[in-house]
């Protein structure tokens, strides 16, 4: 082979073998990559972090509706800041709040009856008696005249990186027995009943004390 054959192969060779500045190479290589899962991971987090606040945010506005007598459209527009503050948002999420009656006395047709629905926001319509005739599937089985309220929540979600992931509504659905009336009322529904009915569970004939 020609001298500057060998010559060439072996600083070729020596080349290959040389490991300087191979860190460096490494680092920009897989520091962008390491850059992306980090990121990935935390926007995941905070996504699952603001649907799990969203979530017992509406189950804490339930469990308070569950246990009063009646409100009306005021009520339930301070319970959607107070879901501001629970859920850790800045926009206040809407809410819709619904009574649903079941009667065992209509033979054709929904058995779910609507006593009222109220939405805190111009762009989501009341709970109709049409919708819930389309699908009730989501409504537990309920006794005769058993009672429920329905609170769905929508509550917008912002990324905090830009781009990441997409805006989304985490929407939630609690339904709840009322616990100690028979109903819950809503006072301003123009042909609804606001008369209440006390629930006396231990049969003595006087009313449950909702202060327990």
Known sequence: MPLFLTNLRDSFAAWVRDERGSGAVETVIIMPALAFVYGAVFVWFDAYRSNTLAMKATYTVSDILSRLPEVDESYIDGLSSLMTFLADVEEDPVIRVSSITFDDDVTEGNQYRIDWSYATSVNLR?????????????????????????????VRYESMFAGALNSDIWNNVMVTRPRFYGKLAKTDEPDGDSDIEIVDDEGDGNPVDSSG
């Open 126 to 154: 009341d709970l109709l008696q049409e919708d819930l005739d389309l699908d009730s599937s989501w409504i537990p089985v309920m006794g005769d005249d058993e009672t429920v309220i329905v609170t769905e929540s929508f």
